[in-house]
């Protein structure tokens, strides 16, 4: 079992820079893969960045992709995510989740727990 709880969360403007954090608690944190998920008003949620259970393998969406860095502490049970020069369409609700895998997953199916999410807004 792994309990999730993000945080960093904010309203921000164009430009700026935020860094997301979630404290996990459970012992299966360090085999665990690990993915930012954001979800904005009216759309499906999906996966922004993803880390695998060693941090040797990352995924970023393309919409993401040389703005935001996902990063793992096994030893502090922590991931973060580092999102920079932030525009509108960064604005949503995001998500932390874990799912026991040693490869990188994608789907939010097949992730087994989630955080309650944090939010983030960024104004033009």
């Known amino acids: 079992q792994v309990q999730l709880a993000e945080s960093g969360g904010g309203l921000v403007q164009a430009g700026d820079s935020l860094r997301l954090v979630c404290v996990a608690s459970?012992?299966?944190?360090?085999?665990?893969?690990l993915g930012w998920f954001r979800q904005a008003p009216g759309k499906e949620r999906e996966l922004a960045a993803a880390i695998s259970w060693n941090g040797g393998s990352t995924y970023y969406a393309d919409s993401v992709k040389g703005r935001f860095t996902i990063t793992r502490d096994n030893r502090k049970n922590m991931v973060y995510l580092q999102m920079n020069s932030l525009n509108a369409e960064d604005t949503a609700v995001y998500y932390c989740a874990a799912v026991v895998s040693v490869p990188l997953l994608y789907r939010s199916s097949e992730y087994d727990y989630w955080g309650q999410g944090t939010q983030v807004t960024v104004s033009s």
């Open positions: 459970g012992r299966t944190f360090s085999s665990c893969a």
